[in-house]
């Protein structure tokens, strides 16, 4: 590298002389800034400014190493959002999987239904499976369907007429399970008796403390008391389903129950008060449902009894 001053110790020129990057202009810029500091007291001026700026830059540039760090790719950190957009994002998530969740149980799970018919109505009504369901004044059911079974409630008197879809259709009462595959029959709860009324089809009758069912055709009438079915008995149809047409009927029934069922049917109290008469069994058919006090007293000329009103009812003696 001949452009070294010539007073430049010889070591340092084998020095830059082994740096084979360095230009012309480079050289000649080291060689000055030797003069500058071997002549410390009378310091050159320099004529060209740039000169100077591109001499310290060069010298810069060769002798100052770049830390490893800054050869990397730089690191760019993500935008940061505004808090409240990720709650506001997070909220609507969490919304919209309730509701999907919600949407799921409420249609994986059987609902109950209830129907009931009020004092002087006879209500009808479509069951979700097709089959239909008459209720008499007071009488109430609550009927849950299941992917494997039908099931009804029932308080007080119902008319059923069953759709045949494969399900088992049972009928339950306080003391007593009707188990029925497509057919037409009637249940009445009355005092602490189940009684049931096969109109078609084929009914299983069996009390909560029976180990087997019965069986009941049409035409046949059972009773369950006591938790266990009494012995089917023949029975005419169309007579005990006349309530149905707006009539009345009772076949055989002690007086203490039929004045039980007078109370769910007209919402009046009505008090026993003649012990004798629990054991009397009354027999009553109308075409049309009289009223309380008729019924009444067609009832104690057949028990040899009184009635008295009292208050908003009456007694029995």
Excluded at 21 to 33: C, I, K, R, T
Excluded at 48 to 61: C, F, G, L, S, Y
Aim: net charge neutral; with cysteine; charged share 20%.
């Amino acid at each position: 590298m001949s452009n070294l001053p010539s007073k430049m110790p010889e070591n340092l020129k084998g020095a830059l002389s082994e740096w084979p990057e360095l230009s012309a202009e480079e050289g000649a810029d080291l060689g000055l800034l030797w003069q500058i500091t071997e002549k410390a007291d009378v310091s050159p001026r320099f004529n060209d400014a740039t000169q100077e700026a591109r001499m310290w830059a060069a010298i810069a540039q060769k002798t100052i190493a770049q830390p490893e760090a800054s050869k990397r790719p730089a690191f760019v950190r993500p935008m940061m959002r505004n808090p409240w957009v990720y709650g506001f994002v997070a909220s609507l998530v969490f919304l919209v999987v309730s509701v999907m969740l919600f949407r799921m149980t409420q249609s994986e799970t059987p609902k109950e239904l209830m129907f009931l018919a009020k004092v002087g109505e006879i209500r009808i009504e479509k069951l979700p499976d097709g089959s239909q369901v008459t209720l008499n004044s007071g009488s109430e059911i609550r009927f849950l369907q299941t992917d494997d079974h039908r099931k009804a409630v029932l308080k007080g008197e119902a008319f059923f007429e069953v759709l045949h879809n494969g399900k088992p259709f049972s009928v339950e009462t306080f003391n007593a399970n009707v188990r029925v595959m497509g057919t037409r029959f009637n249940v009445r709860t009355i005092g602490a008796k189940t009684q049931v009324v096969l109109e078609s089809g084929k009914v299983a009758l069996a009390g909560n403390q029976d180990e087997e069912a019965r069986l009941l055709l049409p035409g046949q009438w059972a009773e369950v008391a006591g938790g266990k079915v009494e012995d089917p008995q023949n029975v005419e149809v169309k007579t005990e389903l006349s309530w149905m047409n707006g009539g009345f009927a009772m076949t055989n029934v002690v007086v203490k129950d039929f004045v039980a069922h007078l109370v769910q049917l007209y919402d009046r109290p009505i008090f026993v008060e003649n012990k004798r008469l629990g054991s009397i069994a009354i027999t009553l058919h109308y075409a049309q449902r009289p009223v309380l006090e008729s019924l009444l007293a067609d009832l104690c000329a057949s028990a040899s009894c009184q009635v008295l009103p009292q208050r908003n009812g009456f007694v029995l003696r």
